[in-house]
């Protein structure tokens, strides 16, 4: 008995010892922490690490305070949206969308309703067929996305690599998914709100190009591009799109002479129906099945376009228009056939050259 008590007292003896040692050892790991910031406080950088921290903080809450402005005045001009155009008369009758066709069995390929959610800061960017100015309403979305710092979207840097995996993911695996796995900047949370309210109605492959090209051009708008930018030749700025204002959201379509059409014909009203037309009749021409535009990277599990899709994707015939008899002006052939037209007339510089 008196054996076995003994053993037991040892026992007792040897933890306590070495929690004694765990506990010696975690406060000298802690006071040479301490001692480390001190000196690195007291340093001849020490000064000047905080002041630049400090100054950090201070910039982005004066870039918050501004944001919350300019948020304010751009919820206030969308919901006052008036018509201006004769596109509001063609636009009074409902077109019901067709639903996207997907691959069988992906998730975000076929949706079933317009999402809830509660828009891009207040925005409300579904369109369904309701009689407001929803072209305007997506270029206030897009110029306050713009009005952004580079310092908003986070410290993580961001990669080409990271950006492919993200759309990839949001579409074949859906937003809630891709969310899941990364954290969503100021961009993604406009593209998110756009792709749930309008491009839902087209083909996953097409949904991935546009959320791309968008992607893209947002971020080389606020200064936060990548070195190696994936943004296609065909979306650079034409000589109209530079010298005429114009609603902010006409930039995003993949056709130079489209965009400079609809902005020389002064188009500044399309409502809801019109819009929900429209985006069911872009395609992006992609003869494989939608696994095929991806490669998955074992080790790094992360998702990269292939090689075709790449190819395809800079060249601006992979992009069509289909046909619509209820608005024929909407048709790329009309907007080739009316530029002659509508351009604008000579600069000074220009008539001394003729």
């Given at each position: 008995?008196?054996?076995?008590?003994?053993?037991?007292?040892?026992?007792?003896?040897?933890?306590?010892?070495?929690?004694?040692?765990?506990?010696?050892?975690?406060?000298?790991?802690?006071?040479?922490?301490?001692?480390?910031?001190?000196?690195?406080?007291?340093?001849?950088?020490?000064?000047?690490?905080?002041?630049?921290?400090?100054?950090?903080?201070?910039?982005?809450?004066?870039?918050?305070?501004?944001?919350?402005?300019?948020?304010?005045?751009?919820?206030?001009?969308?919901?006052?949206?008036?018509?201006?155009?004769?596109?509001?008369?063609?636009?009074?009758?409902?077109?019901?969308?067709?639903?996207?066709?997907?691959?069988?069995?992906?998730?975000?390929?076929?949706m079933n309703a317009l999402p809830a959610g509660n828009g891009f800061f207040g925005?409300?960017?579904?369109?369904?067929?309701?009689?407001?100015?929803?072209?305007?309403?997506?270029?206030?979305?897009?110029?306050?996305?713009?009005?952004?710092?580079?310092?908003?979207?986070?410290?993580?840097?961001?990669?080409?690599?990271?950006?492919?995996?993200?759309c990839i993911r949001a579409v074949v695996d859906g937003w809630k998914a891709a969310?899941?796995?990364?954290?969503?900047?100021?961009?993604?949370?406009?593209?998110?709100?756009?792709?749930?309210?309008?491009?839902?109605?087209?083909?996953?492959?097409?949904?991935?190009?546009?959320?791309?090209?968008?992607?893209?051009?947002?971020?080389?708008?606020?200064?936060?591009?990548?070195?190696?930018?994936?943004?296609?030749?065909?979306?650079?700025?034409?000589?109209?799109?530079?010298?005429?204002?114009?609603?902010?959201?006409?930039?995003?379509?993949?056709?130079?002479?489209?965009?400079?059409?609809?902005?020389?014909?002064?188009?500044?009203?399309?409502?809801?129906?019109?819009?929900?037309?429209?985006?069911?009749?872009?395609?992006?021409?992609?003869?494989?099945?939608?696994?095929?535009?991806?490669?998955?990277?074992?080790?790094?599990?992360?998702?990269?376009?292939?090689?075709?899709?790449?190819?395809?994707?800079?060249?601006?015939?992979?992009?069509?228009?289909?046909?619509?008899?209820?608005?024929?002006?909407?048709?790329?052939?009309?907007?080739?056939?009316?530029?002659?037209?509508?351009?604008?007339?000579?600069?000074?510089?220009?008539?001394?050259?003729?």
């Open positions: 008995m008196n054996r076995a008590v003994s053993a037991a007292k040892e026992k007792k003896r040897a933890a306590d010892r070495e929690a004694q040692r765990h506990n010696r050892a975690r406060t000298k790991a802690y006071i040479a922490y301490i001692e480390k910031t001190l000196q690195d406080l007291s340093g001849p950088n020490g000064q000047d690490s905080l002041g630049q921290q400090l100054t950090q903080q201070q910039e982005k809450i004066n870039h918050l305070q501004e944001t919350l402005g300019k948020i304010a005045n751009l919820a206030q001009d969308a919901a006052g949206a008036l018509p201006s155009s004769s596109i509001s008369e063609k636009s009074s009758q409902h077109t019901n969308a067709s639903q996207p066709t997907g691959e069988e069995g992906t998730p975000a390929s076929v925005m409300d960017l579904r369109c369904s067929d309701r009689e407001r100015n929803y072209l305007a309403v997506l270029g206030n979305a897009v110029s306050l996305a713009q009005s952004f710092s580079p310092v908003i979207l986070g410290d993580k840097p961001l990669t080409p690599a990271s950006d492919d995996d993200f969310t899941a796995r990364s954290e969503v900047d100021v961009v993604w949370g406009l593209l998110q709100t756009v792709d749930e309210g309008l491009y839902y109605r087209t083909d996953p492959i097409t949904r991935i190009g546009l959320l791309r090209l968008m992607r893209s051009m947002l971020l080389q708008r606020i200064g936060a591009a990548h070195r190696d930018s994936s943004l296609p030749e065909y979306m650079s700025a034409t000589p109209v799109q530079a010298s005429i204002m114009h609603q902010p959201f006409l930039d995003f379509f993949p056709w130079p002479q489209f965009r400079d059409y609809w902005i020389l014909n002064g188009t500044e009203y399309v409502d809801e129906s019109c819009a929900a037309s429209f985006s069911t009749r872009i395609w992006f021409e992609w003869p494989f099945e939608l696994r095929d535009v991806y490669h998955k990277q074992v080790i790094t599990d992360t998702l990269s376009f292939s090689a075709e899709f790449e190819s395809r994707y800079h060249d601006l015939s992979s992009w069509h228009l289909g046909s619509e008899r209820e608005w024929p002006e909407l048709s790329l052939e009309t907007c080739q056939l009316g530029l002659e037209e509508l351009q604008p007339p000579l600069t000074g510089d220009a008539i001394n050259k003729t």
